[in-house]
């Protein structure tokens, strides 16, 4: 009997292409030039820039380079509209969002074709994938308008975004960022791609006949500069960028210290893991869907396929029969796979990667497939036999290409899986639900699709690991990103203690005995004496020596992680287990309660010192208590399966304590970041050290496993600089007042593109609860995973 591939093979296609009249029509009707949607209403246009069909090369319409001047008109109207949009209210906004998911519905084919035009890609994608998921975004959100003053009583809009989208998903990036906005309260200045802009500009037109109040959604095209202008705007409150890492990390060292909110969702190098219990033919679909949907030019594009060694052959061979299948050609063609690239530059990029693999001695494999002679096109490509070093194995080729390795073992294949800086995605492929289900948590990636590729909805949240980026978009988190707790509002404008209580530290007196009260450094569950056998004295509050502490370098930093990572069974202990540890350390604390108040009223001259340890007790049981109870979700997204989102630790965590309440400070950091298996390395209050280097003995006696604290003390500015340096640290959090050195942290942060969580030069009342962060502060020590997980035969 012939195989389905037999019989395909020997079958041929019609044309079907779709008509375009209706969006070459609209585009006519615009004399087929655009000026920047300000205020709603449109600019003369100027400074012309082309857009043009990447299929074959024709210009489609001429749209404006919007200058300086522009974006500061627009960031003025998206402010002024502020009061307005959240004036209509939570149903006010809500009406206006499901108007534009119904306009969206409404026009759908007419966004489709223009999209396939201006982007390249199928019209079977624009019309059953990207708009779709563009309208139910919209409905979505307008449910959380709707549900905002119940959901989220206690935030408020972040105010004026900036939003930056690239040219791979126009319309669809544009109402993942515009949507939660715009539901939270917001106002915007939105960027597209130079490359795709047309879409933004009919969205802006439904804005229009949706009721949107002017200066809510101002859009303004230009290249890479208009991008940098709304990023270094001070009006701009916010900062939602989708693109490159490269440019992620500009953006990142452009906000440094500005106060500005920042998501970044980056670039990818996800693995499709085939295991040799797979459904070989389902997965050979799904690596269709995962690589060869939208030409690959897709930020979690499983672009890196790991399949088990006992099966390689037979999946290859199978994947080859499909590529040779795929069909390539005309976009609005509905019969087509696989579309043109978006322009000839991204073209160029991805032939040279490949040719770098040629030259590496790979083994490049491409179907016979006859490329058009106009446009830009790159044929399906399959490579093996490549090092998990080569540039094709690492970098984000952004095109249809896939690179083939294989595994012998799920450990080896969770190894290969995470051995990119990125950590978007990842495809598992198993008929064992027990095998799926112990490799999604082991992957670092921000979605893990069981038995499946490239699925997205509105409640589930989507973003990054690694150098993939930080935030979320879609669901509860999603909306968080757009949103300011009311706390951070009641924070005093400087802290209440003072702020760096420098001048405590004065040269040591000549005391032989000094020498024998030198607080130690505690790293690994060991004291441990400072790398650089220095230290220096800590003063109390009447000016006598309280004792000497180590001066902690880069070098004990470096053992502090190293430690920190051994600890990694602390992780994956379970939330029981470590909520016992907690309540444990409660009790020693409180058992040597005087011991700790006499120590912080020696240190700072409080007048009630029993109060701070009795709330260090409390802050403690507090995040015990969450310690088994910040579950996750489990969406139930419009396809036939569930979506889990797991509240995953970041991982290692560097922490620069607060000089207020020394020792609350601390807890009130430690405590929740080790509640949900995180490890740290912290630094104690600089001015006041020695509560925080006394808390050894109570974590000896509480069964903390060594390597889950590290404390080392010293000069906070330079161990925040080797922290936000240090590349095995995942997150950075600094709540010591030091407005440069936050910005400081923020800035270094970028080479790795670390989480951080910096307070600035505010105070913070550490005895709030509120302020001190609450539950907030669970998802600056978390990370939110989708696993989705189909089912049904
Ligand atoms: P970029 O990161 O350069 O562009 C993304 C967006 O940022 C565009 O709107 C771009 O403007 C804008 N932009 C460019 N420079 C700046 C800047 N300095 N400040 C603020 N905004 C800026 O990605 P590219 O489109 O150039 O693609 C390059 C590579 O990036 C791809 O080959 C791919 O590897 C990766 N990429 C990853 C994506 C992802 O989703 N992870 C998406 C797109 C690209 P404009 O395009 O108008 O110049």
Redesign the pocket.
């Known amino acids: 009997m012939p195989t389905i591939n037999e019989i395909l093979n020997t079958m041929d296609y019609g044309s079907a292409p779709e008509s375009q009249k209706e969006a070459q029509a609209w585009l006519d009707g615009h004399q087929r030039t655009f000026g920047l949607f300000i205020d709603n209403a449109w600019s003369a246009p100027a400074e012309l820039f082309a857009s043009t069909n990447p299929a074959d090369g024709t210009q489609l319409a001429e749209l404006t380079q919007a200058s300086d001047a522009d974006v500061e008109r627009a960031v003025e109207a998206a402010r002024r509209a502020l009061p307005v949009w959240q004036g209509m209210g939570g149903h006010g906004r809500a009406k206006v969002m499901y108007a534009l998911a119904r306009l969206l519905q409404k026009h759908s084919r007419l966004f489709a074709v223009l999209e396939t035009l201006d982007n390249g890609k199928t019209i079977r994608e624009t019309r059953d994938i990207d708009l779709p998921l563009a309208a139910r975004h919209f409905y979505h959100h307008a449910g959380w308008a709707q549900l905002q003053s119940e959901e989220f009583a206690d935030y408020r809009a972040v105010g004026v975004v900036g939003q930056?989208?690239?040219?791979?998903?126009p319309l669809l990036?544009l109402s993942w960022k515009i949507a939660p906005a715009l539901a939270a309260g917001n106002t915007v200045v939105f960027?597209?791609?130079?490359?795709?802009?047309l879409t933004a500009m009919l969205f802006a037109e439904l804005c229009v006949q949706a009721g949107v109040p002017a200066g809510v959604v101002n859009i303004v095209?230009?290249?890479?500069?208009?991008?940098?202008?709304?990023?270094n705007h001070p009006g701009v409150d916010k900062i939602a960028?989708?693109?490159?890492?490269?440019?992620?990390r500009?953006?990142r060292e452009?906000t440094a210290g500005s106060g500005k909110k920042l998501s970044l969702?980056?670039?990818?190098k996800s693995p499709f893991i085939v295991f040799e219990d797979a459904d070989l033919d389902g997965a050979v679909e799904g690596l269709v869907d995962s690589i060869w949907f939208n030409q690959g030019?897709?930020?979690?594009a499983g672009s890196r396929l790991l399949v088990q060694e006992s099966v390689q052959e037979r999946f290859l061979n199978k994947v080859r029969a499909r590529m040779e299948n795929l069909r390539l050609g005309s976009p609005l063609d509905k019969s087509m796979d696989v579309g043109a690239l978006?322009d000839p530059?991204?073209r160029q990029?991805?032939a040279a990667l490949v040719d770098s693999a040629r030259a590496e001695g790979c083994d490049v494999w491409q179907p016979a497939c006859e490329l058009p002679l106009d446009g830009s096109w790159f044929p399906p490509t399959l490579i093996t036999g490549a090092s998990t070093s080569a540039a094709v194995a690492q970098?984000?080729?952004?095109?249809p290409v896939l690179v083939a390795m294989s595994f012998r073992t799920p450990p080896e294949a969770v190894q290969l899986a995470n051995n990119t800086v990125y950590g978007?995605a990842a495809s598992v492929w198993t008929e064992s639900i027990s095998l799926a289900l112990d490799i999604a948590p082991a992957i670092k990636a921000g979605v893990v699709w069981i038995n499946s590729a490239n699925q997205f909805d509105a409640a589930c949240g989507f973003g990054g690991y690694r150098e993939?980026?930080f935030g979320r978009e879609g669901g509860r988190e999603g909306m968080l990103e757009y949103m300011t707790a009311l706390a951070e509002d009641a924070r005093p404008a400087l802290p209440v203690a003072e702020a760096k209580a420098k001048g405590n530290v004065k040269p040591a007196p000549a005391d032989p005995f000094a020498i024998d009260r030198t607080a130690k450094m505690y790293i690994g569950g060991k004291q441990a004496r400072p790398d650089s056998a220095y230290s220096a004295p800590v003063f109390g509050a009447n000016g006598a020596l309280l004792a000497e502490v180590g001066v902690g370098s880069r070098k004990d930093i470096r053992n502090a992680v190293e430690a920190a990572h051994k600890a990694s069974g602390w992780t994956s202990a379970t939330a029981h287990n470590r909520a016992q540890v907690l309540y444990y350390i409660a009790e020693n604390l409180a058992a040597r309660a005087d011991e700790f108040a006499a120590r912080i009223a020696a240190m700072t001259g409080s007048k009630n010192p029993e109060k701070e340890v009795q709330a260090s007790i409390e802050r403690l049981f507090y995040y015990a208590a969450w310690a088994d109870k910040y579950d996750g979700l489990a969406h139930q997204p419009p396809t036939k399966g569930i979506t889990v989102a797991l509240n995953e630790a970041v991982g290692v965590i560097g922490i620069v304590c607060p000089n207020e309440a020394p020792l609350l400070g601390f807890i009130s950091l430690v405590a929740p970041a080790i509640a949900l298996g995180n490890r740290v390395v912290v630094v104690p209050s600089e001015a006041h050290p020695l509560s925080a280097l006394d808390l050894y003995q109570v974590f000896d006696t509480s069964d903390l496993p060594g390597g889950v604290v590290n404390i080392i003390s010293g000069n906070a500015d330079e161990l925040a600089r080797t922290l936000a340096t240090h590349a095995d640290i995942d997150a950075v959090w600094r709540h010591d007042g030091s407005a440069e050195g936050c910005a400081e942290v923020e800035r270094l942060s970028a080479g790795t593109l670390k989480r951080t969580w910096v307070g600035g030069a505010k105070g913070r009342d550490w005895y709030s609860a509120a302020q001190s962060g609450g539950r907030a502060v669970l998802a600056h020590a978390s990370q939110v995973k989708n696993v989705w997980i189909p089912y049904g035969v």
Not at 164 to 169: A, H, K, L, S
Not at 191 to 197: G, I, R
Not at 297 to 300: L, N, R
């Open positions: 930056i989208v690239p040219w791979n998903f990036m960027k597209p791609a130079e490359f795709t802009s095209t230009g290249d890479g500069r208009v991008g940098s202008a709304i990023v960028f989708t693109g490159s890492t490269e440019v992620g500009l953006i452009a969702e980056l670039g990818g030019q897709v930020c979690c978006v530059v991204q990029r991805i970098a984000e080729i952004f095109g978007l993939s980026g």
